[in-house]
């Protein structure tokens, strides 16, 4: 992005030093309409849909966070199944505080399940042994197992900067009473004791590690490219709102205006919803950095595909990114196919079928010869 604009009454300008920013008019543009500790209010002007719609897609899908992947459940005489715990467990947001410096679990080269390299272990126990009210089990009971067993209750989780998060695996509680997401209940007598590994994903793999609650998208308020059909009855514009918010930002159509049939969106409207593993701004920087890595892969692959001196599994380079030959040529089995220098039905490769399977010699599966005999497997006729 090539600038910020910031006005919104939130305190201090978090872009005002514009250290690394470059401040031309022709690139994109961000405008930071309103920013909360769990939801930002922003637009960009001077970009293309594609890239628009390309950055929304990897704050609702692609940024790492931290979530409960594994859990073992020693005592469980709850109400609750095993199963119904384990995945409401799953759900518990926790802090993604320093998540950048946790290895993926299938890229950990120094353990075949988990460790401290690529998870953070929580634990819970928690029983009512004489109380005849039931008990509520809380995210707050679940502790770090590095931590012995203690966590201050008093630490602030509605941060406003990623330096303010709890440790990274910390349950978020942002509720009033800092309880967090209810687990379950215990009655007189009832236990419960687990042992969680939360691992490090995007949401693209399962929705436990999106880092939003919701991601809001708009352009062309006013529906002048006509991309949305309104259903009315008698009047659309006597049946559908006008659009206050975003409306503003831009003018109005004019009775009588001609339709423009090469107009295209310059400017989209967002508004993100965080659940608390981390800052909403931070939530948008990660999303531009994801997008910024695909696309350099992108180009990485284009470059080495396509320059002849750089070796590729293509073995031509002027052939681009294709897919290998097939029957034979070019296949994981060099020159041959899987059955050697032959087809699957005893020819050479490429060359004409034969006149046998491989699966029965010299026969058919229906009998002698290298044709299908007069008896076909319904009998005499084909049908």
């Given at each position: 992005m090539n600038g910020y604009e910031y006005s919104n009454g939130y305190g201090h300008d978090p872009y005002a030093n514009g250290d690394t920013l470059d401040l031309s008019d022709d690139g994109p543009r961000v405008t930071i309409r309103t920013l909360a500790h769990n939801t930002i209010d922003f637009s960009i002007r001077n970009t293309s849909l594609a890239l628009a719609n390309s950055l929304?897609?990897?704050?609702?899908?692609?940024?790492?966070?931290?979530?409960?992947?594994?859990?073992?459940?020693?005592?469980?005489?709850s109400v609750l199944a095993d199963e119904f715990i384990a995945h409401r467990l799953g759900l518990v947001p926790l802090s993604a505080k320093d998540v950048d410096k946790l290895q993926y679990s299938r890229d950990c080269d120094n353990c075949t399940d988990y460790c401290e390299n690529c998870?953070?272990?929580?634990?819970?126990?928690?029983?009512?042994?004489?109380?005849?009210?039931?008990?509520h089990v809380f995210a707050k009971d679940l502790f770090l197992s590095s931590q012995s067993g203690y966590r201050p209750h008093n630490t602030l989780h509605n941060s406003a900067t990623t330096d303010d998060l709890p440790e990274m695996g910390t349950p978020i509680c942002s509720d009033e009473d800092r309880n967090g997401?209810?687990?379950?209940?215990?009655?007189?007598?009832?236990?419960?004791?687990?042992?969680?590994?939360?691992?490090?994903?995007i949401a693209i793999e399962h929705a436990k590690w999106a880092p939003t609650a919701a991601v809001g998208f708009e352009y062309d308020p006013w529906n002048k490219l006509r991309h949305t059909q309104y259903w009315y009855e008698v009047d659309a514009k006597e049946e559908w709102p006008l659009p206050e918010k975003n409306g503003q930002m831009e003018a109005p159509p004019q009775e009588g205006e001609p339709f423009d049939y090469n107009a295209e969106p310059r400017a989209f409207y967002y508004n993100l919803e965080s659940i608390g593993t981390m800052p909403t701004d931070a939530i948008f920087h990660n999303g531009i950095k994801v997008l910024q890595q695909k696309l350099a892969s992108v180009m990485t692959v284009l470059k080495e595909t396509s320059d002849p001196t750089?070796?590729?599994e293509f073995d031509n380079a002027a052939r681009g990114g294709q897919s290998p030959d097939m029957n034979g040529m070019g296949t994981a089995y060099g020159g041959q196919s899987a059955y050697g220098g032959r087809s699957a039905y005893?020819?050479?490769?490429?060359?004409?079928?034969?006149?046998?399977?491989?699966?029965?010699?010299?026969?058919?599966?229906?009998?002698?010869g290298g044709m299908t005999p007069g008896a076909m497997p319904y009998g005499n006729r084909g049908y």
């Open positions: 929304r897609r990897a704050i609702l899908a692609e940024i790492p966070t931290i979530a409960i992947d594994l859990v073992t459940i020693t005592t469980n005489t998870s953070v272990v929580l634990t819970l126990d928690v029983e009512n042994r004489t109380s005849d009210e039931h008990i997401p209810l687990i379950c209940k215990l009655r007189k007598g009832q236990a419960l004791k687990i042992k969680a590994v939360a691992k490090k994903g750089q070796p590729n005893g020819g050479p490769v490429g060359g004409d079928i034969g006149g046998m399977t491989p699966g029965y010699g010299g026969q058919s599966a229906y009998g002698a």
